[in-house]
């Protein structure tokens, strides 16, 4: 059993918040998909694709965003406490039956959600699904167990790149609060988030109306049933705006390189043509090398920057897509002595506000290939599904979703690229002696 935090979120695609049903994208996979919701306003998926190994995940609206100034950190704590002590079986139990069944479950965050995801052979599954429902709804947080978690904490915040540290400053400083707020536990609440604070978090987001359940390679009648085992209060909880603001961040830690994030407003997740055109301007600024090996980026950052620096350097386009709103950018990584002329570059791209029919043509292209390859794998294809089914709650399928992209204009993309360009985010982290403040770039 682990916890994890899912670190591709931070540079997530449209595909990862969604828009990416189930279907035969190859001659191996042949997924037949019923959604349906429950009384309750629990939302069931399942997938059956005649798989020898099975997934089913409880997905909560329950990430960093609906955390307040009195409990941050509190679902980074959460996620971390997956496997400990619930009201019916030992933290020995749970771990113990899990291994013994040769089935793994983990634990997964990010902004929105936190997702508990149960994988095995299908036998193993279904004998597991008690330990699942216990670790994702009967928890109690034991302070002892809860105060064991430190070092686990302050690893987690030790070993973070500062790529990833960028882009959760770049979520600081657009948002402020709710999305702005860090998958991470600041270092001043470790060891102060009581098992009051942790029960009153789970109590508030952890309901019917803020879930849903997803299984893929399971009978669809025996995730219906399972979802209906469940112990949830049928409430819809608090939903919290976090309007795009803006701003700039800076944290200079020395060393020899500089890691920017650039962004403004993207799209949410809800308005699909928006979404969609967001996910197309992000394979069309580049998303690094399409080809195995290859160092060759035809992306628009790419070319716009590879002449600012002689020194190697590397860039890949971002856009998150939440359920109110959304950030499109670019995230930058380069010796701090040409940091300043690349980000330049970028700014000057950004707002630019132009993109030709070519450059959309070929994101569209990258678009639906990444989508799809994507569902080849079965865990991508629980945690998409996942994503879709408690953030919208619908979804599209893959013939629709195709024409979908298709249908996205070189205008649609346009006026992402000038929406985002009218107000950008900027956050820095490393040797940012050369790295130009917000206002030197206006």
Do not use: C
Not at 388 to 414: E, F, H
Not at 420 to 435: D, F, Q, R, Y
């Amino acid at each position: 059993m682990a916890s994890t935090i899912a670190k591709r979120t931070l540079l997530r695609t449209i595909g990862v918040r969604g828009y990416a049903q189930l279907s035969p994208v190859s001659g191996t996979t042949n997924y037949d998909l019923k959604i349906n919701t429950l009384p309750n306003k629990l939302v069931v998926v399942a997938a059956e694709n005649e798989s020898a190994i099975s997934r089913i995940s409880i997905v909560f609206r329950a990430g960093a965003r609906n955390e307040t100034a009195d409990n941050l950190g509190a679902s980074h704590v959460v996620r971390v406490a997956a496997g400990l002590t619930t009201k019916n079986q030992s933290q020995f139990a749970i771990t113990r039956n899990i291994q013994q069944l040769g089935a793994s479950l983990t634990a997964t965050s990010d902004r929105e959600t936190i997702s508990y995801t149960l994988e095995g052979t299908r036998e193993a599954v279904e004998k597991a699904l008690p330990f699942l429902s216990e670790v994702a709804t009967q928890q109690i947080f034991r302070p002892w167990e809860v105060a064991e978690l430190a070092d686990r904490l302050k690893l987690e915040l030790a070993v973070r790149p500062l790529q990833l540290r960028a882009v959760d400053l770049l979520h600081k400083a657009a948002f402020h609060t709710g999305l702005g707020n860090s998958l991470f536990v600041p270092k001043f609440q470790i060891g102060k988030i009581s098992t009051e604070t942790l029960q009153h978090y789970v109590a508030s987001n952890f309901t019917s109306g803020r879930a849903a359940v997803v299984g893929v390679g399971v009978e669809p009648n025996k995730v219906t049933a399972f979802a209906q085992s469940l112990s949830l209060d049928d409430s819809d909880g608090k939903n919290t705006a976090s309007p795009y603001k803006g701003g700039e961040i800076r944290s200079d830690k020395g060393g020899d390189f500089a890691f920017v994030a650039i962004a403004g407003e993207g799209a949410s997740i809800k308005n699909t043509k928006e979404a969609l055109a967001a996910a197309v301007l992000q394979r069309a600024l580049g998303v690094g090398p399409q080809v195995k090996w290859s160092s060759n980026d035809n992306g628009l950052i790419s070319k716009a920057i590879v002449g600012s620096s002689s020194e190697p350097f590397a860039s890949s386009a971002i856009n998150a897509n939440y359920s109110d709103t959304g950030l499109v950018g670019v995230l930058l990584a380069a010796p701090a002595r040409s940091a300043g002329k690349l980000v330049e570059s970028a700014v000057k791209l950004l707002q630019s506000g132009n993109i030709s029919d070519v450059d959309v043509t070929r994101g569209k292209n990258q678009l639906k290939s990444s989508l799809l390859l994507e569902l080849e794998s079965g865990s991508k294809a629980v945690q998409l599904l996942g994503t879709q089914a408690v953030l919208t709650r619908s979804g599209l399928s893959p013939s629709d979703l195709s024409a979908a992209v298709d249908s996205v204009t070189t205008s649609d993309v346009r006026n992402i690229l000038q929406k985002v360009g009218k107000k950008l985010t900027i956050a820095s982290v490393g040797n940012l002696a050369n790295v130009p403040y917000a206002d030197d770039l206006k």
